[in-house]
């Protein structure tokens, strides 16, 4: 693999300007890069535009040598993604015609084909759709102020998007049911303490730097180890005990001889920055 200098990037906020034309905006700053949903006068609201932007994104971003993370972001101050936009006109459908339209996108699963570990860093709105992408991503870094909810039920509907199959895996399958049947939202804190967010930020306005830290610190890890870390613990959600254990003995068996292992073991000797390569 490529080897990568790291510096430490400006950190961006979370108001700065972007492209009005994209819906979805990419940055790459360091070893990390940046997916940013750009609609902040709709909260974000999912459209087709975003629909096939960020699997777009992903893949650009994912294929990038230089890239060692990916963190996903929403434009303006009011959310992460409010969730579907209501404002989207569609044709009247029949149940077949709703199954094979939403067959052609299923777009958040773009990030289950993603090999580098992706963040979502979280503010304000978290609703519907928005959680179901920010489900799907590796860790979940949210400000004190998100919101979050799954309200289909509510509107006669179930969540589309991964929501019933991936939100058990994430805080179990009790709080799941519970969350799914009453719509109810939730904040940041008990957000944290039901294992829905893996992190939240001490401030609104310190997330983007809190997250920024974390995405530098994982980037500067040997990248090799990161992927295959990812892979052996995503893999233990579909795996039995044995074949999940088997596969770890591989993915370790595979990183022993590479050259990231003897530099880690030199740097830590020589009492200096290891420089990772990817080899």
């Known amino acids: 693999m490529m080897e990568t200098s790291f510096h430490k990037p400006a ?33 974000n609201a999912i459209n087709d535009d975003i629909r096939r932007g960020v699997p777009a994104a992903l893949a650009e971003l994912d294929s990038d040598p230089s890239v060692r993370v990916i963190v996903i972001r929403g434009a303006g101050a009011r959310g992460f993604c409010a969730g579907a936009d209501i404002k989207e006109r569609r044709a009247a459908e ?59 039920t509510g509107l006669g509907l179930i969540p589309g998007g991964g929501g019933t199959q991936r939100l058990g895996a994430v805080v179990g399958p009790g709080r799941a049911l519970d969350l799914l049947l009453t719509g109810d939202r939730v904040d940041a804190r008990r957000a944290f303490d039901i294992g829905l967010i893996t992190r939240m930020a001490d401030s609104a306005d310190s997330l983007l730097a809190e997250v920024t830290a974390l995405a530098e610190r994982i980037a500067q890890k040997p990248p090799t180890a990161t992927l295959f870390a990812k892979q052996a613990a995503r893999a233990a959600c579909h795996l ?40």
């Open 94 to 152: 029949t149940s077949v015609q709703v199954r094979r339209r939403m067959q052609k996108s299923r777009w958040i699963e773009a990030l289950d084909r993603t090999e580098k570990p992706v963040i979502a860093a979280i503010h304000g709105y978290c609703m519907g759709g928005g959680m179901e992408l920010a489900l799907a991503c590796d860790l979940r870094f949210a400000a004190p102020d998100a919101v979050f909810a799954l309200p289909e």
């Open 11 to 43: 950190t961006p906020t979370r108001d700065e300007a972007a492209n009005p034309g994209n819906a979805v905006e990419v940055e790459r700053r360091g070893g990390v890069g940046w997916i940013v949903l750009n609609r902040p006068d709709q909260i």
């Open 240 to 279: 039995d005990l044995k074949s999940g254990l088997d596969l770890e003995l591989d993915l370790f068996a595979m990183l022993v001889p590479m050259n990231d292992v003897k530099e880690a073991a030199l740097a830590f000797r020589e009492k200096r920055a290891p420089c990772f390569s990817g080899e």
